[in-house]
């Protein structure tokens, strides 16, 4: 018990976690030597086929399982061709001989049917070698043909958050700004994707400049920033049908930064009016209520998952910087004090962090700090990195990176709470603005 007590707790410093992990049945492993981690070896033999039309499915399902796994930086795939013997049959027992052999922790086994009309269902089952025991109860999932990745990602899932007691994070889409074109006429349209790059799909032509996509609580709904008018203005799209409409069109005015509310119903975003911008939140069927009223130019808001507090940026003390305030209004509390500039700050699902971007010494970054500003940490560092959003899990950030010099162009990154694992999101072309939605239903 000891030994167990002893391994949690090096994960739960590897993930960045204040609070402990749920506890498991097993001993599965992950080592930390001076700040490094160790990731825990695993084996996914390809799915056991039961019958033909499964066969193609089954080899796809296994691999986007282990790649999402590998992805995390905390796991690492055994090769197959090491594999000592294979999982034919997914009734088997497991020769856990082999498996220790190999250096294998865990094991993910699988197996997959297609029948007529196209329904897959998938079974799976997470071992724990060390232990010689299943690691939780199998599980099956179905599908349809068309949605075999989310399959794969839900049994990703399920192995991430028995392993480590946190909630997964594979089920989920990003939707974000594509852009083609030269620098000086870029063309800019909304896109939605699965978290890790795949299946990319339009939600606007370029006819117009968009900016600043933020998912609704449900993923249902996308708000957003549009030049269609000539002048910067919130627009709400349905995701499934692509109908959208204007939220916010007073005359005079430029409308930006929109964020949802919890709720799903409710809408922050900046307002610019008279040549001064503020805060305002639009409730349906109702006008728009002024929450901050200050010369300064105040935008970027983002809500405390429990609703009852908002962060935005503000340059109401001489420069950019982040202040909290209650969900109605009434005097913001800077919470930033560090050197530099800090700005786009967004509350993590969790509760526990605030991420944002730092401009400092001619160097951007992608930081984190407590709710009260303590514990600031920067996680990236480069020319331009900006625009973070965070994993339905509130351990992974994604962020807009740009590269120097005429040439540089934006891209998709992201990174772990603890500053490790950066890595670059597979997109078409250039991208920006993402926004990660919550984990799919």
Do not use: C
């Not at 800019?188 to 032509?205: P, S």
């Amino acid at each position: 018990m000891k030994r167990l007590t002893q391994l949690m707790a090096g994960l739960a410093l590897a993930l960045g976690l204040s609070g402990p992990l749920l506890a498991q049945d097993g001993p599965l492993r992950i080592e930390i030597t001076e700040g490094v981690i160790e990731p825990l070896p695993f084996a996914v033999p390809t799915f056991s086929a039961e019958n033909a039309a499964a066969q193609e499915l089954a080899a796809q399902l296994a691999q986007v399982v282990a790649d999402d796994l590998s992805g995390t930086g905390l796991f690492r795939q055994i090769p197959r061709d090491a594999f000592i013997s294979g999982v034919s049959d997914f009734n088997a027992p497991v020769q856990y001989a082999d498996w220790k052999a190999i250096n294998a922790q865990a094991l993910v086994t699988g197996a997959v049917s297609v029948a007529e009309g196209g329904r897959v269902t998938v079974k799976f089952r997470l071992f724990d070698v060390f232990s010689e025991a299943p690691l939780g109860e199998g599980l099956q999932l179905g599908g349809t043909t068309t949605s075999w990745r989310r399959i794969a990602h839900k049994v990703a899932d399920q192995v991430y958050s028995r392993i480590t007691g946190e909630g997964g994070y594979f089920d989920s889409r990003v939707v974000f700004v594509s852009e083609t074109g030269p620098k000086n006429a870029r063309q800019k349209r909304l896109a939605v994707m699965d978290y890790d790059g795949a299946n990319v799909q339009y939600l606007t032509d370029s006819a117009s400049i968009v900016l600043a996509p933020r998912f609704s609580p449900n993923g249902s709904r996308v708000i957003y920033t549009s030049y269609e008018t000539g002048f910067p203005k919130v627009y709400m799209m349905d995701v499934g049908t692509v109908q959208r409409r204007i939220l916010e069109d007073q005359p005079g005015t430029m409308a930006f930064a929109p964020r949802f509310a919890p709720d799903g119903n409710t809408v922050v975003f900046s307002l610019e009016k008279g040549g001064n911008t503020d805060i305002y939140r639009l409730t349906p069927g109702g006008a728009a209520t002024q929450l901050t009223n200050s010369p300064a130019i105040e935008t970027a808001p983002s809500y405390a998952p429990d609703g009852s507090k908002i962060v935005f940026e503000s340059d109401r003390s001489g420069n950019q910087q982040l202040y909290v305030m209650g969900a109605n209004g009434g005097e913001p509390t800077r919470i930033s004090f560090g050197e530099g500039r800090y700005g786009t700050p967004v509350w993590s699902p969790r509760g526990d962090y605030i991420a944002f971007t730092k401009q400092h010494q001619g160097r951007f970054h992608i930081g984190v700090m407590r709710t009260d500003g303590s514990e600031e940490r920067l996680l990236t560092a480069s020319f331009l990195d900006e625009g973070p959003t965070w994993s339905p899990n509130g351990r992974v950030i994604m962020f807009t990176r740009v590269g120097s010099g005429a040439q540089g162009e934006p891209a998709l990154y992201s990174v772990d709470l603890t500053g490790r694992n950066l890595k670059r999101i597979p997109t078409p072309g250039p991208a920006s603005d993402p926004a990660w939605s919550p984990l799919l239903p």
